[in-house]
């Protein structure tokens, strides 16, 4: 059985803003076959807002992906597969027409446009704060935003094992709906596709952040209201793949 690399993201500045959410919430959006992960007895949602410094799904050429940066803000919830742990995507907004399209055909993700920008603010010490904008202005699709200004509030380090950051962040496998589009996924079972993620370790640190809007939860059914526990990373280097 080969390994294929589907695509490959580097990203920074990685804020990760975690709720617990209800069951009847998350369950219709998900597809047969997965069920949700709990962590202290409650269901959770996340919301992943990054710089996307270098990104390629194999369905796009090289020439014609975008080579600058762009915001991306996703929204996901924690499942089980054959008793194996995953995640699910329930939105992603990217600040790339063409990266968006690309990653729907490709990845199969619910993928959507968005006006995005990320201001960072560095230190003698590296990355000091992050000033996250993202509204979707996808024609036909619902409105949804996500502003937050962000940063570490220490050093960064592997997440604590049994913690609620290694639930939400050190994940290596995630699912999507098989009647979008993914030929680049392996089947998971009737109605379901499967890639894997291959990457070192999460480096996660404490986190300050202010979050000022957030309604990608809304168009869903999903209430993301109160504060969020927060974890922030100064970056990573992945690679979907895919087992055929």
Same mark, same amino acid.
């Given at each position: 059985?080969?390994? =294929?690399?589907? $695509?490959?993201?580097?990203?920074?500045?990685?804020?990760?803003?975690?709720?617990?959410?209800?069951? =009847?919430?998350?369950?219709?959006?998900?597809?047969?076959?997965?069920?949700? !992960?709990?962590?202290?007895?409650?269901?959770?949602?996340?919301?992943?807002?990054?710089?996307?410094?270098?990104?390629?799904?194999?369905?796009? #050429?090289?020439?014609?992906?975008?080579?600058?940066?762009?915001?991306?803000?996703?929204?996901?919830?924690?499942?089980?597969?054959?008793?194996? #742990?995953?995640?699910?995507?329930?939105? $992603? !907004?990217?600040?790339?027409?063409?990266?968006?399209?690309?990653?729907?055909?490709?990845?199969?993700?619910?993928?959507?446009?968005?006006?995005?920008?990320? !201001?960072?603010?560095?230190?003698?010490?590296?990355?000091?704060?992050?000033?996250?904008?993202?509204?979707?202005?996808?024609?036909?699709?619902?409105?949804?935003?996500?502003?937050?200004?962000?940063?570490?509030?220490?050093?960064?380090?592997?997440?604590?094992?049994?913690?609620?950051?290694?639930?939400?962040?050190?994940?290596?496998?995630?699912?999507? =709906?098989?009647?979008?589009?993914?030929?680049?996924?392996?089947?998971?079972?009737?109605? $379901?596709?499967?890639?894997?993620?291959?990457?070192?370790?999460?480096?996660?640190?404490?986190?300050?952040?202010?979050?000022?809007?957030?309604?990608?939860?809304?168009?869903?059914?999903?209430?993301?209201?109160?504060?969020?526990?927060?974890?922030?990373?100064?970056?990573?280097?992945?690679?979907?793949?895919?087992?055929?």
């Amino acid at each position: 059985m080969r390994m =294929d690399t589907a $695509l490959t993201t580097t990203g920074r500045a990685v804020l990760f803003a975690h709720w617990p959410v209800a069951d =009847d919430q998350l369950r219709p959006h998900l597809p047969d076959g997965l069920e949700l !992960d709990r962590y202290d007895g409650s269901a959770w949602a996340s919301v992943l807002a990054f710089e996307v410094t270098a990104a390629r799904p194999r369905a796009l #050429p090289a020439g014609l992906w975008p080579t600058g940066t762009f915001g991306e803000v996703n929204l996901r919830t924690y499942v089980r597969h054959d008793d194996r #742990p995953g995640v699910y995507f329930l939105s $992603l !907004d990217a600040g790339t027409r063409v990266g968006a399209a690309a990653l729907h055909s490709a990845m199969g993700m619910p993928c959507y446009v968005a006006a995005t920008s990320v !201001d960072i603010r560095r230190s003698n010490d590296g990355i000091e704060s992050v000033a996250f904008r993202s509204r979707r202005s996808q024609p036909g699709q619902p409105a949804a935003t996500f502003a937050a200004d962000y940063g570490p509030a220490g050093a960064a380090g592997p997440v604590e094992p049994g913690s609620l950051a290694e639930f939400c962040i050190e994940r290596r496998r995630w699912f999507t =709906d098989a009647s979008q589009p993914s030929p680049y996924l392996a089947r998971a079972g009737p109605g $379901l596709r499967v890639g894997e993620i291959d990457r070192d370790p999460w480096q996660v640190a404490p986190a300050t952040a202010a979050v000022s809007e957030n309604s990608l939860g809304r168009p869903l059914g999903v209430d993301l209201s109160g504060e969020p526990t927060v974890h922030y990373s100064p970056g990573f280097e992945s690679a979907v793949t895919t087992r055929r």
